[in-house]
């Protein structure tokens, strides 16, 4: 690839995108898939909400916080020509003088939340990697003025939503779906949401803890018990849970 006069760019927002397109990202879709195996979560939650997050990012509404900037400064290789990390991070650091304004509900590209972290394993590079769940009721009084008001998102930090397609390898967790109440009160306890929990050939299925779920039903977001699946051996399936279908490939 050939050096640029990057230095043209004054607003880091007009940066990325420059950079972007120099990539061949032209649209988010790629980059959103990239950006979200680059930071360990793979779910279509963290999908959706990556490319929203490109498109604001892109269009200057606000700028990443720093893990993201990090993982966008890898893909896009910043490093490899000369004088464009150093003008890379100068234009960032003058764009902080606004916070970040992520929006990332669910620790979509980024597996934890500024203020909680997921108590359930998240991919990364093959492995588990196991968070801890902060102190509800220390979190609720420390929540930053830019994060988004969730009654709901606010005590919990499992994500429990419903994921489509499942690409893990043997030995790696990852939760699939999340099963809501009755009229979109508390989630069910594991005893009762593991009676309608199909037998798999590819892995188990168990509890993942009490997290939250968007319920169109509902309105918003919900409590909700977790499935954490859990794979065992190397093959393809269709299961249908909860009444979505999900097809599960577990490679070696």
């Known amino acids: 690839m050939a050096t640029r006069d990057w230095t043209a760019y004054e607003q880091w927002h007009e940066l990325l995108d420059a950079l972007c397109a120099e990539h061949g990202y032209l649209d988010n879709m790629a980059l959103a898939d990239a950006l979200c195996a680059a930071s360990g979560n793979r779910t279509q939650a963290a999908f959706d909400t990556a490319v929203k997050n490109l498109r604001n990012w892109r269009q200057g509404v ?48 980024e597996p934890i939340t ?19 769940l902060g102190a509800a009721a220390l979190g609720l009084s420390s929540v930053q003025q830019d994060e988004q008001a969730d009654p709901v998102a606010s005590y919990e930090g499992i994500v429990a939503e419903y994921v489509r397609n499942v690409s893990v390898k043997v030995g790696e967790s990852a939760i699939i779906h999340g099963a809501r109440g009755n009229e979109c009160g508390p989630a069910p306890s594991w005893e009762s949401a593991k009676l309608l929990l199909p037998e798999l050939v590819t892995g188990t299925l168990t509890d993942g803890g009490v997290g939250t779920r968007v319920s169109r039903q509902c309105g918003g977001r919900v409590p909700a018990r977790a499935i954490l699946f859990t794979a065992t051996t190397a093959g393809t399936e269709q299961i249908s849970l909860y009444g979505d279908d999900i097809v599960i490939r577990v490679s070696e």
């Open 62 to 109: 606000h700028i990443p916080q720093r893990r993201n900037f990090l993982l966008l400064g890898k893909i896009l290789k910043v490093d490899e020509q000369d004088g464009l990390r150093e003008h890379w991070n100068r234009l960032y650091g003058q764009a902080k003088v606004k916070p970040a304004d992520d929006d990332v509900p669910d620790g979509a590209t």
């Open 114 to 132: 500024r203020t909680r972290k997921s108590r359930w394993p998240l991919l990364v590079g093959g492995g588990v990697v196991m968070g801890m």
